[in-house]
């Protein structure tokens, strides 16, 4: 099996390399583990310092980190560039925080009758990440830095479209000077997955990807007794009030579903809005989305490259036709452009109905659905409507509407008179298909620790100690 670099823009195959052979992964595997042994001996201010230093060398590389991207899985240069920035800081954002997220917290000794009592966060050892093309060195530092902080060590199986990008990741950590095998690429396909994360010494597994790629490792997981986090699909719902600043809401709007060429987990995706504010928006949100310029995403002035693969595109043609041919309307896009490249347009589908692939699954390119609504319940109806519960948008300038949709939307963000985005300092994750854990934040770095209840007594036997406990 072999993978490759193919470059959307063009269609061409730049760089392929082999897969691993079983016995190279049993020896990542093997270094990955003794890298842990090494690794959790060390100091977290350590650590810190080598995480410090990952975040200068992705400064220092960042235009051709970027370049690289670009290249495999097609997002314009700008937004590699400002990827790479992002990571960068996430890598200090932990080097700085990891002291406190680790710091031991007291109990209340004497209601559990203790001389000390209290709680220690320890690494748990070789973590395994699936990670996905869309975001390629995002998804994997936003594991990885907190993580590695922790003391655990991490294997990236990467998507295989984006394996210079992978390799990248494997050098940067090494030339930080983290412990050899403590971060390790493994060139491998997905049926690799399965032997990977039942070794012994793989204690857990993080992905972020597909349903079916996450049921898939929560069964192997299940198998083993493993731990898993898993970030999965997401159509979040980009609800507007009449209340709203409908221009910026449009503005907005337009960012959130370009964004990343369309292809992000926690794009907006189904725009439902308020029939008082209906016509205003849709016309302004369509002539955003039309005037957005498609084309190479080395130009610094192209909004929106290329679908990733041809496949992908593909499949957001035909649910785009889906809808067309069940009677849903087109405000702008649709069409698939000629020439070279996977490129597709900004899209706006509107008369959406529950028998069209729209309303139920979700788009992974740069089209909107859009829903009229004439209520408050009946917006909450529509966007709880799905299967999937990742993040959510609502744009009101009432403060209890504000209350109450930040209480009624099942997903696990909520943005108010904003766009979804993911920030170190707040938990990430989603409910109900969208998966469960939590990337981020303090909770992110806790998902791979082992949480030990430490409770001491006063050291001096007495009789009958012991005799009713359980």
């Not at 201010?45 to 235009?63: H, I, K, P, S």
């Not at 199986?157 to 950590?173: G, I, Y």
């Not at 959406?352 to 729209?358: D, F, G, I, S, Y």
């Amino acid at each position: 099996m072999s993978i490759a670099t193919t470059n959307p823009a063009t269609g061409q195959v730049l760089k392929t390399f082999e897969a691993m052979s079983t016995e190279q992964i049993d020896a990542a595997i093997e270094r990955a583990d003794l890298a842990y042994q090494q690794l959790r001996e060390t100091t977290v201010d350590q650590r810190a310092r080598w995480m410090n230093t990952v975040a200068d060398l992705l400064e220092e590389d960042r235009d051709e980190i970027a370049r690289i991207m670009t290249q495999e899985m097609g997002k314009t240069y700008v937004a590699a560039q400002a990827e790479v920035t992002k990571c960068a800081s996430a890598c200090r954002f932990y080097a700085d925080r990891a002291p406190s997220f680790l710091a031991d917290q007291p109990a209340d000794a004497s209601a559990v009758k203790a001389t000390r009592a209290f709680i220690r966060y320890q690494p748990i050892g070789v973590v395994l990440a699936v990670m996905p093309w869309n975001f390629p060195l995002w998804q994997v530092l936003r594991f990885a830095a907190p993580a590695l902080m922790a003391g655990n060590t991490g294997l990236l199986k990467h998507a295989s479209n984006v394996p210079q990008t992978a390799l990248l990741l494997e050098d940067v950590f090494r030339r930080a000077g983290f412990p050899e095998g403590a971060f390790t690429t493994v060139l491998v396909g997905s049926e690799a997955v399965d032997r990977i994360l039942s070794d012994p010494r793989v204690r857990a597994a993080t992905l972020t990807g597909s349903e079916p790629a996450g049921r898939s490792i929560a069964q192997i997981a299940g198998r083993e007794l493993k731990k898993t986090v898993l970030e999965l699909g997401g159509s979040d719902p980009f609800v507007v009030m009449p209340s709203a600043d409908v221009d910026r809401a449009a503005e907005v709007a337009t960012t959130a579903r370009c964004q990343n060429n369309g292809q992000s987990c926690i794009a907006a995706k189904r725009f439902i809005v308020h029939t008082d504010a209906f016509d205003a928006f849709a016309e302004q949100f369509a002539a955003n989305m039309a005037a957005l310029r498609v084309g190479d995403p080395m130009d610094p002035g192209t909004d929106v490259g290329p679908l990733a693969s041809q496949r992908g595109r593909d499949e957001v043609h035909a649910q785009v036709r889906d809808a067309v041919d069940n009677g849903a309307t087109v405000l702008c896009g649709g069409e698939l452009p000629g020439g070279d490249g996977w490129y597709y347009p900004p899209t706006v589908v509107t008369d959406l109905t529950p028998e069209m692939r729209m309303w139920r699954e979700e788009v992974f390119g740069p089209v909107a659905g859009l829903y009229r609504v004439s209520s408050y319940e009946e917006a909450i109806e529509v966007a709880n409507g799905t299967s999937f519960g990742l993040g959510s948008n609502a744009w009101t300038r009432d403060e209890a509407e504000q209350e109450r949709f930040a209480v009624d939307l099942d997903a696990g963000n909520v943005f108010i008179n904003g766009m979804t985005t993911s920030f170190p300092e707040l938990p990430f994750g989603g409910v109900k298909n969208s998966g469960y854990g939590r990337e981020l934040s303090e909770l992110g770095m806790r998902e791979f620790c082992n949480t030990k209840t430490v409770w001491v007594g006063e050291g001096v036997a007495s009789a009958g100690a012991g005799a009713h406990a359980e």
